[in-house]
């Protein structure tokens, strides 16, 4: 069975840095793409970036400021979320496909300006 846990988010103020982590368990996240997504109060899940084997892709507005990340012993894939803005509050949640969608739970991210 296929698992997925975030971890790292809170409060923070605009311009600081968090990390958020997604530990796999079920699946071996390096022959998969794994991705982050979030949704912010009232409005619709985005992708925010993703990784498949060594490419990445992002969305345009964390782009440089963002990095995702896989780290292939601890099965684990991270979103470096760094320079901070107010509109970077959501829920992030962890995704991937094998073959049918998987989520994690969700982690909150609240950058105060």
């Known amino acids: 069975q296929v698992q997925l846990v975030e971890s790292g988010g809170g409060l923070v103020q605009a311009g600081e840095s968090v990390r958020l982590s997604c530990a796999g368990s079920?699946?071996?996240?390096?022959?998969?793409?794994v991705a982050w997504y979030r949704q912010a109060s009232g409005k619709q899940r985005e992708l925010v970036a993703g990784?498949?084997?060594?490419?990445?892709n992002y969305a345009d507005s964390v782009k440089g400021r963002f990095t995702i990340s896989r780290d292939n012993a601890k099965n684990t894939v991270y979103l470096q979320m760094n320079s901070l803005k107010p509109e970077d509050t959501a829920v992030y949640y962890c995704?991937?496909?094998?073959?049918?969608?998987?989520w994690g739970q969700g982690t909150q991210v609240t950058v105060s300006s």
């Open positions: 995704h991937t496909q094998f073959p049918s969608d998987y």
């Open positions: 079920g699946i071996i996240f390096r022959r998969h793409t």
């Open positions: 990784i498949t084997g060594g490419n990445r």
